[in-house]
C-alpha cells in the first residue's frame, strides 16, 4: 500500500501563486505515474497534471497548461504542483492520486491511490 498526504494549500488572491506538495509513503516502489486532480463544491473530480514517476513525460489539462507545472523529487517522495496566475475557478479541493501502471493518467478511474486533499481557495 501507499499513503500519500498532500500540503500547501489555503487562500490565494487571484493572478497569485502556490505551489502543493504530496508526500508519498509505503510501498512507493510500486508507483508507475502520479497526478494531481481537484474537485470543486459540486462537481466531479477533474484532472488537472499528470507525470510519470521517472519523470520521463507530463501532461497537463487545458484550463492549466502554461501556469502550471508539475514535477517530483524521487529521493524525497514528494509530488509537487506549482500553479501560478490563479483564478477564482481554480478554486476546489486538490488530490494526488498515484497508480502502479507506468502510465501519466487523466481519469480518477486510472489511480490506485488517493490523498485526502488540500483545500485551494482563490479570492478574486
Known amino acids: 500500500q ?3 498526504v498532500e500540503s500547501g494549500g489555503g487562500l490565494v488572491q487571484a493572478g497569485g ?3 502543493l506538495s504530496c508526500l508519498a509513503s509505503g510501498r512507493t516502489i ?3 505515474a502520479m497526478g494531481w486532480f481537484r474537485q470543486a463544491q459540486g462537481k466531479a473530480r477533474e484532472f488537472v497534471a499528470s507525470i510519470k514517476w521517472s519523470g520521463s513525460s507530463t501532461s497537463y489539462a487545458e484550463y492549466v497548461r502554461g501556469r ?3 514535477s517530483r523529487d524521487n ?3 514528494t509530488l509537487v504542483l506549482e500553479m501560478s496566475l490563479l483564478k477564482p ?3 476546489a479541493v486538490y488530490y494526488c492520486g498515484g497508480r502502479r501502471e ?3 493518467g487523466q481519469s480518477p478511474d486510472d489511480y ?3 490523498g485526502q486533499g488540500t483545500q485551494v481557495t482563490v479570492s478574486s
Open 2 to 4: 501507499v499513503q500519500l
Open 17 to 19: 501563486s502556490l505551489r
Open 30 to 32: 510500486s508507483l508507475g
Open 68 to 70: 502550471s507545472i508539475i
Open 75 to 77: 529521493v524525497k517522495k
Open 89 to 91: 475557478d481554480d478554486t
Open 102 to 104: 507506468v502510465v501519466d
Open 112 to 114: 490506485d491511490y488517493w
